[in-house]
């Protein structure tokens, strides 16, 4: 069973509730670890106890299974993955470890929002999925259909899911992959004439069909998961082929599809449809799974030679009967671990693609590598044994295991002899203790005895010593054999083996003593385990292609990492996190001696987590952001229980905002025409006159804002403007396009090239079309070359444009060009004006969110050059670069013409420290604030986080559904029904401000029919004004004196500053009413 060809990676992938859990079990049975008659209802891989009680997976957990097949014994290394939104993190770690998946959908359900994610997540990662319909028993119990309705519906489901892999096989990921698999070789025909794709050996076919779901394809199995039947077409066309005589290809071909069977001519015939003749799938499948009647099951059940249990067959309930034949009769162990060996890939056939995604090229070029590097790449593809190969192995995320459940730490499991014997003893001291105490403390025990007597000495035994957390590395090997006490190299996400191979010694190894070297350390890798759900199994070594434990690591890894024999090894390009965290709380211990606990538990949490994230904010608050309010529960769970062990308090959720500028509106806040209504009398003067600008800053009339810094040297002018929505999109979308130009600039500045691989270039140059077809007109003219930098983080949704005609420097969008272009410096403290405006997005004026959305414009930025003679004043050596001046004074003026500014003779010795602070921050200062201010100048906004759910609910409770989302601001974009069924799917947008209890409420109304997950989706501009105060009769009838009854957004923008300990306005309302009645008293 050692064979690498044997071997199997895979995960079990779905939405929530689907059935992963109870499929698993059915597995694990069929190697007897768990009893079959427990099986789907244990949830064994559902070790937590939160996880049994709430009955949902919050943890990805693995098992090895073994499975003989043939001649050939192979060895299934299974992972179980949470389905809930929350968890979606979980996921991203068992995908990357896995060569396949199986994907289940329920039969009744269909594809769901997870169903989606997970299958785009397994071709992001290039595995190989399989499919289960899980839940069929659903479709004969609770819908009732006929065989008929119920091979149309299953059609239906796969055609739902195809149309998924349909779109990512024509998404760009696809097109790339599909291009690769027509280098290889096609598929080759039989004497026959027929095509064979031969799965076993791995080989991708130009043909794409098997991209597709289809029972004739052999990758689809229907199973009831909970009673433990399932079948694919391959067993029914085995035992047909016998009856029948008709050759198991043909059966396999025509078992699914429009085929019909015609009896008299003893043939198989297509157009089923056309004619009205039942399928062939109807008529030898789903007429024996769907018209169970008892009657003719006895006969059957004799036939098939199954044993039933008489007690069984003469059950009334037919589901009773149903599983008890169908469990024996095609188990749907047999089934699925059959489709998993046969048709999911082996770790040898990786394609060289994946390697190479592995292998954190990114936006480089793969040839661009250090040589050793890409020699690499060959030990990915054969996965090989060999003692020279180098070890490979990666980690994704890092599990916290009491000390106790090691097996270095935990007795053999106990002989039944030994477990009488603790039980006698047990027993004894129970009465010994009853008899010493008179009173029994718990007097219920005195009866139960027995087992919970043992579990109790069983329990206590051990556990003397206090309890410490432990953890262990999930983690696969891609090469080489790993043994326990090898020496290796533990490389962080930012280990760059360039670097590293230049600093080495040649040929050095992880033993020997090394210079240090940033992002790498060296340890001895001391246990190694095999991963058996909840229990560990030590092990000396393990070869590659599996998945496996590493015990010791936690002072080495934090979440995840690449390990390796070789320093030529490149960190593992990071996971794709699918969940956005967006739920922060502020956590306390109960008691406030407590706060070291806190502390360590918050690192351990940290840790044993590969989505939460621990902070500490200035303010000294410790923060925990979480995924989702399960996800959230979920910590603070294991905070209370198992890491820190303290009582803790959690602040109510800390909604995240956004701060942005729109156009000026049109209409009112009572949708009249401004400027048309009758001003009765001036209530309120409008903002912009009420806004007094601190000294030295001046705006005109424009929205141009200018500003000097306070030792006069520099003037700076920028005006803000909203960008176009498609825009702020583009940005967000594209964060890590901008941040490997952000690289490329800067090593340019180095005078180093980073090499960008083409396809990157492509998506660049992509990207750079798109902002221009979208920033259009005289405002944005020439825009897109004009950008100075993005922010916040120099990556986010905001602009930062040169708007300074005398000033050219290099575009952001050099490493389009393809030689540099000439005399294109950067000026002195170009620096500065970026620093300042990456400040000024990162926190806004409103409520020090972020900004989102902006555009900030420099167009003045005057420098008073310092007396570079002696003999002149220092007014007379005034020189200016301003828009405001004449073209052609700048550019015959030195400082016009942009190579001098790179000079360096001509820097700022004297003023670049006065009594003012260093001139750089001043500029940085004077730079935030005039950002600050022109933002101020135009109509703010807060932007909210929404999330979207999708709600299936029937339609009795549908109102009460509607009800609960237009409380929380919700927003229905969409409903139907489903089809095949008499549920409804509503789409709906609502705030993440709102959300809070949003899942329990829905749930309880509806009596837990509904119970939707929520996805983090964008953010939305709240429309109303929190400035606004009414300056028209009609507002003022329309909103009363006060004016803020319906400020959303006043109420969320004072929430944020009261929790930031900001100055919250609430004079404006006082002002408003004294205005009211000097109007009044004209
Ligand atoms: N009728 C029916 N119910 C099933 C079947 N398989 C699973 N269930 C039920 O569906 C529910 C969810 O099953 P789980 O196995 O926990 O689902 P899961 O996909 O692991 O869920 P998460 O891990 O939380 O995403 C349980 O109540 C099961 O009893 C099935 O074949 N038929
Ligand atoms: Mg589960």
Not at 941 to 959: D, F, H, N, P, Q
Request: charge should be negative.
């Amino acid at each position: 069973a050692r064979k690498t060809t044997n071997i199997r990676n895979l995960c079990i992938l779905a939405h929530v509730d689907h059935g992963k859990t109870t499929l698993a079990d059915s597995l694990v049975a069929s190697n007897g670890i768990i009893s079959s008659r427990l099986a789907g209802k244990l949830r064994y891989l559902d070790s937590r106890e939160d996880e049994q009680i709430r009955g949902i997976t919050m943890k990805s957990s693995a098992i090895s299974l073994h499975f003989p097949l043939g001649m050939n014994e192979y060895l299934i290394n299974l992972i179980d993955s949470p389905g809930h939104v929350d968890f979606s993190s979980e996921v991203s770690t068992a995908v990357r470890l896995c060569d396949g998946a199986i994907v289940i959908v329920d039969a009744v359900e269909g594809v769901c929002p997870q169903t989606q994610v997970v299958l785009r997540q397994a071709w992001l990662e290039n595995i190989r999925p399989v499919l289960v319909i899980n839940k069929i028993d659903r479709l004969i119990v609770e819908l009732k259909l006929t065989p008929q309705e119920a091979y149309i519906h299953l059609k239906k489901i796969l055609e739902q899911v195809n149309a998924v892999t349909g779109t990512l096989f024509t998404s760009k990921v696809m097109e790339e992959r599909a291009e690769k698999e027509s280098e290889k070789q096609g598929p080759y025909e039989n004497s026959g004439g027929e095509q064979i794709y031969d799965w076993s050996a791995g080989l991708e076919d130009t043909d794409d069909s098997h991209l597709y779901f289809s029972p004739d394809q052999g990758n689809v199995v229907f199973a009831s998961a909970i009673d433990g039947w399932g079948f694919s077409i391959h067993q029914f066309a085995q035992i047909y082929s016998q009856k029948m005589g008709i050759r198991v290809e043909v059966l396999l071909k025509t078992l699914w599809g429009d085929f019909y069977l015609n009896a008299k001519a003893k043939k198989i015939m297509k157009g089923a449809q056309s004619k009205g003749k039942k399928p062939l799938f109807v008529q030898l499948v789903t007429t024996y799974i769907f018209s169970f009647i008892p009657a003719k099951v006895e006969k059957m059940v004799a036939s098939l030679g199954v044993k039933v249990a008489a007690r069984d067959l003469r059950h009334s309930d037919p589901k009773v009967l149903l599983s008890a034949v169908c469990s024996q009769w095609l188990p749907v162990s047999q089934a699925v671990l059959t489709m998993v060996c046969e048709k999911l890939p082996s770790p040898l056939d990786v394609a060289s693609e994946r390697v190479e995604k592995l292998m954190s090229v990114g936006a480089r070029r793969f040839d661009s590598l250090p040589e050793r590097t890409q020699e690499l790449k060959k030990a990915f593809l054969e996965c090989s044994n060999e003692d020279a190969a180098p070890v490979i192995v990666f980690v994704s995320k890092m599990f916290a295991v009491d000390s106790k459940a090691l097996p270095q730490n935990k007795q053999r499991p106990l002989t039944q002899e030994e477990i009488a014997q603790r039980r006698e003893l047990a027993r004894q001291r129970h009465a010994e203790r009853l008899a010493a105490n008179q009173v029994s403390e718990n007097p219920e025990s005195a009866h139960t005895g027995g087992i919970a007597e043992t579990m109790e000495v069983l329990k206590s035994e051990p556990d003397k010593e206090e309890s410490k957390e432990h953890f262990v590395a999930f983690a696969r090997v891609y090469s080489g054999v790993v043994r326990r006490g090898t020496k290796v190299f533990v490389l962080g996400p930012k280990y760059d083996p360039a670097q590293a191979l230049k600093m080495l010694p040649e040929g050095c190894s992880s033993a020997d003593a090394l210079p240090s070297v940033p992002h790498m350390s060296c340890c001895t890798l001391d246990s190694l385990y095999l991963l058996m759900g909840r229990e560990l199994e030590e092990l000396e070594e393990v070869p590659s292609g599996n998945v496996l434990g590493i015990g010791g690591m936690e002072e080495w890894i934090l979440k995840s990492a690449t390990i390796s024999t070789s320093p030529a090894c490149p960190p593992f390009t990071p996971l794709n996190f699918e969940a956005t965290p967006i739920v922060r709380v502020a956590i306390e211990p109960k008691h406030p001696s407590e706060m070291p606990r806190l502390v360590k538990g918050m690192k351990l949490l940290n840790q044993a987590d590969p989505c939460a994230e621990v902070l500490i904010q200035e303010t000294g608050e410790h923060v925990l952001v979480t995924a989702g309010e399960v996800h959230l529960q979920r910590c603070l769970d294991d905070l209370r229980e198992r890491f820190a062990q303290i009582e803790i308090s959690a602040s109510k959720p800390i909604i995240p905002f956004r701060e942005t500028v729109i156009r000026r509106p049109k209409v009112d806040m009572v949708n009249e025409e401004l400027g048309k209504q009758q001003k009765v009398a001036v209530i309120h003067q409008s903002k912009e006159e009420q806004y007094k600008y601190p000294e030295g800053v001046q705006v005109d009339s424009s929205g141009l804002v200018t500003l000097t810094t306070p030792n006069k040297m520099a003037t700076i002018g920028v005006r803000a403007m909203p960008l176009p929505e498609e825009v702020t999109q583009l940005l967000e979308a594209n964060g890590s396009l901008i941040r490997t130009m952000e690289q490329f600039s800067l090593s340019m500045k180095e005078g180093k090239a980073l090499e960008i691989n083409q396809r990157t270039l492509e998506s660049i140059q992509d990207f750079k079309g798109k902002l221009e077809s979208h920033l259009q007109g005289r405002k944005w003219r020439d825009a897109v070359n004009r950008i100075w930098s993005f922010g916040p983080r120099r990556c986010g949704p905001n602009l930062l444009l040169n708007n300074l005609e005398s000033y050219q420097r290099p575009s952001v969008w050099q490493c389009l060009e393809g030689e540099r272009v000439p005399g294109t410096a950067l000026r002195d403290f170009d620096n500065s004006i970026i620093s300042g405006f990456q400040l000024a997005t990162l926190s806004g004026p409103m409520c020090e969110e972020p900004l989102m959305g902006v555009c900030l414009s420099v167009e003045r930025w005057d420098m008073k050059l310092p007396s570079l003679g002696s003999h002149q004043d220092s007014m007379d050596g005034e020189e200016k670069v301003s828009d405001g001046d004449s073209k052609q004074k700048a550019a015959q003026e030195p400082w016009g013409a942009a190579e001098a500014y790179g000079s360096h003779n001509k820097r700022w010795p004297d003023v670049s420290v006065d009594c003012y602070g260093p001139f750089s921050g001043q500029l940085i200062a004077a730079m935030k604030e005039a950002c600050r201010h022109a933002f101020q100048h135009q109509p703010q906004r807060l932007m909210a986080a929404m999330y979207t759910c999708e709600i299936m609910a029937t339609a009795e409770v549908l109102g009460r559904v509607y009800g609960v989302l237009s409380k929380r601001e919700g927003r229905i974009l969409q409903e139907e029904m489903k089809e095949g069924t008499d549920m409804f799917i509503i789409k709906a947008v609502l705030p993440v401000a709102e959300s809070f209890g949003f899942a329990d409420e829905i749930r309880k109304r509806t009596s837990g029919l509904a119970s939707p997950q929520l996805v983090f989706s964008h953010w939305e501009v709240v429309s109303s004004d929190p400035f606004w105060v009414p300056t028209t009769e009609e507002e003022y009838l329309h909103f009363g004196e006060k004016a803020d009854s319906s400020n959303q957004a006043l109420k969320y923008m004072n929430g944020v500053r009261k929790r930031k300990g900001l100055y919250v306005e609430e004079k404006i309302v006082e002002h408003a009413e004294k205005q009211r009645t000097l109007g009044k008293n004209k």
